[in-house]
């Protein structure tokens, strides 16, 4: 029975369901083989870390909201290591042993030692954000935690220890709510400054429960006060100084989560974007000395689409069109659509979450850590989104849906398009657990993009990537000489016949993480790259030519070649 | 003596008046057994509560006896919406709208949908029909304002966001639409200045949205959630004729949410339905308290104190219902009217009709000037007015019987 008029479609609406299903039906069946392929291997890695969130039925908000992990070579033997922040004891929970932070070393053949003791970086703080960087420029790889309470900040010594620099480096930044970290070099000077992003002003005292329903529920975002954030300027002797209001960071208040550092506008210096809770993001655009205009609004990441303020969570940056400009992906909180920001070249985004499908499978769940990575190495870039709802009893007041769910995989189509393939994802997709925090790199050095998951109050998820494309890859890892010695904030090129790739080195992104200071480029079918430019922050550019594929790269500045 | 029991706390008082919410779903259901009004109450009533496969399940129930509750459909894809479910909702939409072609916002929605998914092109075809049913849908409007934003048709959508703000000047997100469409325009100052006015109007929201939020009390919307419940029951039984039942369930909402219009509408109704004017009165004053910059309350006050023979009451009403809706008719004709009634004040009847005519040029304003222009000894003016009257609304028994007075008094 055609029940529309043809003004409406130009066909009946029974065709037009008959469409939409053979639509549906299409997008499954074109990825049923599983071109990207993830298998849960948590089991075999030894791995015995538990996350707790110090809750015994108070509903501080804080708990709701941790943690975050790092993923990065502690010890420089080329494999990368697990660092996993966790919660602590709130007022009225005792625990037999404090719950501390913990490293897992990478022993390869996917077995992981936990080292935490040995390494001294067992924080019994309440961690919520990580970073990770070379502050002192010794060539190892040092971490910044950001906790709620005071903040800490571990020195690698070297040899496989850490010491708790915290009080002479001066980056304690006194008793907050922490939230995502970042190290990057504002004012081009070679060495790392910090930025420590704050969620609000809680306190026991102002602490509240809502109800829903008649329900109890975490309160929300609003119901506390708003913080700025802070920025530490490095002052090259291994001491920082707090310069949040000379950098004109402070000005503006907000309930920061994710974060990341990126080169939005492609003029050689790090900005800073941080996703705020149920508010107007901020993007710090830097004018290359180390102060910060907040243009977010104008620039069109403040609010979605349609001008709402989403409860953001995480954020990462990445070319998902492969256009030569760094777009970001943010998620959100429940019946919101995570979003994708195209980056027009021009300062200036564009909401392109529905015309792309970049939202698909995100709007029932709160969403967290995320990352736009090519799993299948075919040149472009897939998205990976960590959900879990952060109200841990949601069933009770929408027994449609639980606070334990399944992530969410989104391919790219190569046509500026994603399809949600998470049910064709493999048993790693098939995970039902509340999921905050996730980091991306390779862990077992095979060549493709390996994920760890932190879960709210569980054990953490491994998974492996097993997609069956023989594509392939390049990675790169950055020596400093001049600039900071990991090439945190270098903007990498790589061009391959048709294909040209960009990606920056970032410390702190996704949900309060960190991870990926090897890029990662997938490369289809081409076995040859071209040209490689990396451009350093504060330093100059070097050029490599006709580079094999397939390897993982380390270029040193200044050298103009690889080694 | 009685022991002395303890107040209950908040979170029973909660789950006490849920349960006598789902008490009285299931005694209507239990009254009216087989009626899918029943099962769509209590379908309802799950979904408010959270419980939104049972919900689903009574919906479809009722489906199976009524499959032209447009309503039920329309719920259902709102409810596959929250779940990002937009094939679903578009499916369940076209439903509605197969039973209902002309439902008001069923189109947007869909429209909404359509372009949660990806479907612009189609969105703004649909959206555009809903302008023709809702011409005062501003959501529409920028809900198309949206689309071809995306289409990066950007005249059409500043147009649309326009014509959004047109019609709700505080429409806070058709002026972040047009700062993009500005913006990608190029013209950073419009830009910048659409921006500006976003700001100002976001930050007032903010504000009323933390006054709320201090405010807010869970048991407060539990309240106001009961009351809908208790509105539903009692309409159900005021339509199958229990009068007596639903006027004490629709008190008993009264008592609950205070500030719910509906439920006073709804009494009201059962007054009237049960010739109890002056109990209608005191409720159409309750909702004249609630909104008294609402015009349409003032109208019906004075038409009841009228009926009452409450003149002077009924004169203050239509003033005030003057200086409310200066630009429309109603209250310069009822005033009209009252002054005939009553005999008195012809001259000023007389004017008042003319300016309701000049206003609005229909059968009933012409029959009151008719009227006017006969008691003011105007029969030249009395006899073709009173004729466009009728041949305007032939069906109306009163306008012929005019027509013969004034005939023979001619």
């Known amino acids: 029975m055609i029940f529309m008029d043809d003004r409406v479609f130009g066909l009946s609406a029974g065709r037009l369901i008959v469409d939409v299903l053979a639509l549906l039906c299409i997008s499954a069946c074109a990825y049923a083989d599983g071109a990207i392929v993830f298998s849960d291997i948590t089991k075999e890695t030894g791995i015995t870390f538990i996350h707790t969130d110090g809750s015994s039925g108070q509903r501080y908000i804080i708990e709701s909201v941790s943690s975050g992990l790092a993923l990065f070579d502690y010890d420089g033997d080329s494999d990368v290591d697990i660092y996993f922040l966790n919660g602590a004891p709130l007022k009225g929970t005792k625990f037999d042993k404090a719950p501390i932070n913990e490293l897992y070393r990478n022993e390869g053949g996917w077995r992981f030692t936990n080292v935490t003791e040995q390494a001294g970086v067992g924080d019994t703080g309440f961690g919520l954000g990580v970073a990770v960087g070379d502050y002192d420029n010794d060539g190892d790889l040092d971490i910044y935690v950001n906790n709620y309470g005071p903040n800490v900040l571990y020195r690698n010594n070297g040899d496989e220890t850490f010491t708790n620099v915290t009080s002479e480096a001066g980056v304690a930044n006194g008793h907050k709510v922490g939230a995502a970290t970042h190290f990057l070099d504002m004012d081009k000077d070679g060495d790392l400054d910090l930025f420590v992003a704050n969620y609000l002003d809680f306190t026991y005292e102002n602490h509240m429960i809502r109800t829903s329903k008649g329900i109890p529920k975490y309160a929300g975002p609003m119901d506390f006060p708003p913080m700025p954030n802070n920025l530490f300027r490095n002052n090259g002797d291994g001491t920082f100084t707090d310069v949040s209001v000379e950098s004109g960071v402070a000005e503006h208040k907000g309930w920061g989560m994710g974060g990341v550092c990126a080169d939005f506008d492609n003029d050689g210096d790090t900005d800073v974007y941080i996703a705020n809770d149920v508010y107007a993001n901020f993007l710090f655009e830097n004018d290359g000395t180390g102060k910060f205009d907040e243009i977010g609004l104008i620039a069109g990441l403040a609010y979605d689409l349609h001008g709402d303020d989403q409860g953001s969570m995480g954020v990462d940056s990445g070319d998902y069109d492969n256009d030569g400009w760094l777009d970001f992906y943010q998620t959100s909180y429940a019946e919101e659509l995570a979003a994708l920001y195209r980056n027009l070249g021009d300062s200036m985004f564009e909401d392109v979450t529905m015309v792309t499908g970049a939202g698909a499978g995100t709007m029932e769940y709160v969403t967290w850590g995320n990352s736009m990575v090519d799993f299948d190495n075919d040149g472009d870039r897939d998205i990976f989104v960590a959900c879990g709802h952060l109200q841990d009893n949601i069933e009770f007041y929408n027994n449609t849906t639980t606070s334990f769910v399944q992530n969410t995989l989104l391919m790219n189509t190569g046509d500026g398009k994603f399809v949600d393939v998470s049910d064709q994802g493999g048993n790693g997709m098939k995970v039902k657990l509340r999921s905050r925090a996730a980091g991306f790199d390779d862990l077992d050095n095979d060549g493709d993009v390996d994920v760890v998951i932190l879960n709210s109050r569980r054990e953490p998820t491994v998974l492996r990537n097993d997609s069956p494309a023989k594509n392939h890859w390049l990675q790169v890892h950055l020596k400093g000489v001049k600039t900071n010695r990991d090439g945190i904030g270098a903007r990498v090129k790589v061009v391959s016949g048709d294909l040209t790739l960009i990606d920056e080195v970032h410390s702190g992104r996704g949900y309060q993480s960190h991870y990926g200071m090897r890029l990662h480029f997938g490369l289809g079918n081409r076995d040859k790259i071209d040209r490689i430019e990396v451009r350093w922050i504060g330093g100059g550019i070097d050029i490599l030519k006709d580079v094999e594929v397939d390897q993982l790269l380390t270029i040193t500045e200044g050298s103009g070649h690889a080694q | ?410």
Not at chain 2, 281 to 291: E, H, S, V
Not at chain 2, 298 to 309: D, N
Request: proline content about 4%; hydrophobic content about 35%; aromatic content about 10%.
């Open chain 2, 1 to 410: 003596m009685l022991p002395v029991r303890e107040p209950l706390s908040t979170k029973q008082e909660i789950v006490a008046l849920k349960n006598e919410e789902m008490e009285l779903a299931e005694q209507l259901m239990r009254d009216f057994p087989g009626r899918d009004d029943s099962l769509v109450i209590m379908g309802n009533l799950c979904y408010r509560h959270g419980n939104v496969i049972k919900a689903l399940e009574f919906w479809n129930k009722a489906l199976e006896i009524n499959p032209k509750r447009s309503d039920v459909y329309r719920s259902m894809a709102l409810s596959s919406m929250k779940k990002g479910k937009f094939a679903d909702a578009v499916a369940q939409f076209l439903k509605a709208l197969e039973i209902e072609p002309q439902l008001p916002d069923v189109y947007s929605n869909m429209g909404h949908a359509l372009m949660m998914s990806g479907q612009t092109k189609e969105a703004i075809k649909v959206l555009e029909k809903e302008i023709q049913i809702s011409p005062n849908s501003g959501f529409a409007y920028f809900l198309l304002g949206q689309a071809y934003l995306q289409q990066k048709e950007y005249e059409k959508a500043k147009e649309n966001y326009e014509a959004a703000i047109k019609i709700n000047p505080g429409y806070t997100n058709a002026y972040y639409g047009i700062a993009s469409v500005y913006a990608k325009l190029g013209n950073r100052d419009k830009a910048k200045e659409y921006s500006e006015n976003f700001k100002k109007l976001k930050a007032e929201e903010r504000k009323s949205l933390k006054g709320r939020k201090i405010k807010y009390d869970d048991f407060v919307e539990t309240q106001k959630s009961a009351a809908i419940t208790y509105i539903n029951v009692g309409q159900a039984y005021r339509e199958n004729g229990k009068l007596v039942k639903a006027e004490e369930l629709l008190k008993q909402a009264a008592g609950l949410d205070p500030e719910n219009i509906v439920c006073f509408l709804e009494l009201a109704t059962l007054y009237q339905v049960s010739k109890q004017p002056s109990k209608a009165l005191q409720m159409y004053k309750k909702i004249r308290d609630i909104q008294p910059e609402s015009a349409v309350s003032y109208l019906v006050i004075g038409i009841l104190s009228s009926h009452l023979k409450r003149y002077d009451d009924s004169e203050e009403a239509f003033r005030k219902l003057i200086t409310l809706a200066p630009q429309k008719s109603d209250g310069y004709r009822e005033l009209a009217r009252l002054y005939l009634k009553t005999g008195q004040k012809f001259p000023q009847a007389r004017q008042l009709a003319e300016k309701a005519l000049a206003l609005e040029a229909n059968a009933p304003n012409y029959f009151v000037l008719s009227w006017a222009c006969y008691a003011n000894g105007d029969i030249t003016n009395a006899l073709p007015t009173v004729k466009r009257a009728i041949e305007l609304d032939p069906g109306n028994q009163q306008y012929p019987r005019l027509y013969k007075q004034i005939q023979r008094g001619y």
